[in-house]
């Protein structure tokens, strides 16, 4: 490859025709791709083998005639060889694919009552308390502190359901303002197998414990004659609403048409407005598509068309929607709508499986929606597909930056999983072949990260690796809060081509905007200056944008105004004998030291303990060294120098 390479530049500057060649790429770069250049290379092939002919006549027959035309065909054989060998150098270099793994956080010999059985949702409250629910089949749903995982105790043994097979306690979320109401909702399979929605309460007094005498229930959906295809996933919408898939009402093929039928509400996406009212109620929201008077079509039908849509999720930052409908007989299918074009669609079951006729296919009545064709399917068969379709998330957290933005599905029968690139088409998934056995569900943290559940009693953490990392190491991130505005440093190593720093701040660490732009110059120490009009708690990451468009997000950091303390916490800057006392208003948990190319070369815990703290470092080398306080996802740091 080195050798193409150097030849391709020697003949790019001995030869003028390739210059023509160059400048001829540069303006047809979109148009060209793979079939033009095998189509270049053949030509020119073809065109070196009637050179050789010719050459070999030349050596017998001295005509000028003849041997001008052979000066001539060569110099245009070289620049057809330039074409395909500039257009390779020419292009951006090809990114990694993302790798995934699952670490396993939960598992069903876990010990202090923290096992699990049959998990089948993993959900957050939403209020601050970074804390995971974990919903088992059976009734009870279990509370356990995010980072690092570990158990609570059981918040709510949900009463009334039926359980095994498809049947059982399926999903639950809580209020939008459930940090202030107390509020959380449930969806199950009853005594008689019948769809229930209850909402249940948490007093005040025992955050980690709902009321299990507070259910109410405000819904039920009668689902007679057969116990599987029960939909089963409750999500609010940023609108404020619940909505919630629901399955056609089980057995095969859909036969009393009522993912079609607008007078039951088994087979469709349904979204109402439960409010906080007491008694337990729902009202109808005035833009629901199917309100005309008379029409025969139940109110709370937002979409039709679905066959069993156990998973389904919003994107948290563009709250579009991803609906995974598990299929029939040969199809499994993930349908995706923007925000803003969810509403009176139909998803085509039981005409549609996937994007193919279902049983030679039939007409979709007129008045229940648009046809909305899957984004995707894939085939009944374990090597490239499966059987159960699981939806999940599309990746909004920090911790693994190679993927955020795709969206990542699963197979409960394959065990295979698919990352889908931002943007994507059916063409662009990637697959990771019998990577998971018994997946149930994925879960989303408060902080964006993600988590899967498998019924074998397992849950796990998503962790992305192997993505090719931009061209710069980013050695730390922190911020300081000021009157009016709000400090932030980061110090990074082995910067090369690297575009700029975008700054990006949030009031809630989910929906980002960007504060500024800082170029990228080379250095290994950036400033910027962030103007806050009122003291709260902000959080802040960097957008790391590499010169081909590339780009990586660093760790979210929190800046508080109660994160006021001295800049320079640390004495002396120039350490001489091994000694620095840090002076801290504020309570932090470890200090550490990182040398300049981010490794972690001392720690100690100080556990909160705040005033002047004198340190005795290890024999370091000389040079810089960063002295980073931590805390909470806070960071504060200060350069010193070892002489």
């Known amino acids: 490859m080195v050798d193409t390479y150097l030849s391709a530049i020697y003949i790019e500057q001995k030869n003028p025709a390739c210059q023509t060649s160059l400048v001829f790429f540069h303006r047809h770069q979109k148009k060209c791709g793979g079939i033009i250049i095998d189509a270049l290379l053949v030509l020119t092939l073809v065109f070196l083998l009637y050179l050789l002919r010719l050459h070999h006549l030349l050596l017998h027959f001295k005509n000028k005639r003849m041997i001008n035309f052979y000066t001539a065909a060569k110099t245009i054989c070289l620049s057809l060889l330039c074409l395909p060998v500039i257009f390779l150098l020419q292009m951006p270099p090809l990114r990694a694919q993302p790798v995934i793994s699952f670490n396993s956080v939960i598992n069903n010999t876990s010990p202090t009552g923290g096992a699990v059985t049959n998990p089948i949702d993993i959900v957050n409250a939403g209020d601050g308390t970074n804390r995971l629910f974990i919903v088992q089949q059976g009734g009870i749903i279990k509370v356990y502190n995010q980072s690092p995982v570990s158990f ?7 009463t009334g359901i039926t359980s095994g097979g498809e ?9 939008p303002d459930y940090k202030n109401n107390g509020y959380l909702f449930v969806y199950y399979t009853n005594a008689n197998g019948d769809i229930e929605l209850a909402r249940y309460h948490t007093p005040a007094a025992t955050p980690n414990a709902a009321d299990p005498n507070s259910k109410q229930v405000l819904l039920t959906i009668p689902h007679p004659g057969q116990s599987n295809h029960n939909g089963g996933k409750l999500n609010f919408g940023a609108d404020g609403y619940l909505y919630f898939a629901t399955g056609d009402g089980g057995g095969g093929g859909d036969v009393p048409n009522n993912a079609q039928t607008g007078s039951v509400l088994l087979g469709k996406m349904l979204r109402i407005n439960v409010g906080i009212t007491e008694p337990a109620a729902y009202t109808i929201p005035s833009d629901n598509p199917f309100l005309a008077p008379g029409d025969g079509i139940r109110d709370e039908i937002w979409a039709f068309g679905l066959r069993n849509p156990f998973r389904w999720s919003f994107d948290r930052l563009t709250h579009d929607m991803w609906i995974a409908d598990v299929g029939q007989d040969a199809w499994e299918e993930v349908n995706f709508r923007t925000n803003g074009n969810t509403s009176g669609l139909n998803y085509g079951w039981h005409c549609k499986e996937g994007t193919h006729d279902y049983n030679g296919g039939c007409a979709l009545s007129a008045g229940v929606g648009v046809y909305a064709p899957p984004l995707l399917d894939y085939p009944h068969d374990n090597a490239t597909g499966g059987f159960a379709v699981i939806g999940g998330y599309v990746y909004r957290g920090t911790l693994s930056p190679a993927i955020y933005g795709y969206y990542i599905f699963a197979d409960e029968v394959s065990s295979n999983v698919w990352l889908l690139p931002p943007n994507g088409a059916a063409v662009d998934t990637i697959e990771f072949r019998n990577a998971l056995a018994q997946i149930s569900s994925f879960g989303e943290g408060e902080n964006g990260e993600l988590y899967v559940a498998s019924l074998g009693g397992q849950i796990y953490n998503v962790v992305a690796t192997g993505n090719s990392a931009l061209p710069v190491k980013l050695i730390d991130f922190s911020g300081l809060a000021k009157t009016g505005f709000n400090e932030l440093d980061w110090h990074t190593s082995n910067e090369i081509q690297l575009q700029q720093y975008q700054i990006e701040y949030s009031p809630d660490g989910i929906h980002f905007e960007q504060a500024g732009v800082v170029a990228a110059s080379g250095s290994t120490s950036y400033h910027f200056t962030h103007t806050v009009t009122t003291a709260k708690k902000t959080y802040y990451r960097l957008k790391m944008v590499d010169t081909d468009g590339s780009f990586e997000y660093s760790k979210v950091i929190i800046v508080s105004p109660t ?59 000389t040079g810089q060294y960063l002295v980073r306080l931590v805390a909470d996802g806070r960071q504060m740091t200060q350069k010193i120098l070892v002489p």
């Open 152 to 158: 609570i105790g059981d918040f709510l043994t949900v």
């Open 167 to 175: 049947r059982g306690l399926l999903s639950m979320a809580f209020h």
């Open 563 to 621: 994160s006021t303390a001295n800049k320079n916490f640390v004495a002396p800057s120039v350490v001489s004998n091994g000694m620095i006392s840090v002076t801290l208003d504020d309570a932090w948990t470890d200090l550490q030291i990182i040398n300049m190319e981010g490794q972690l070369v001392y720690k100690e815990s100080i556990n909160n303990r705040t005033g002047k703290i004198n340190i005795q470092l290890p024999s370091l080398h």
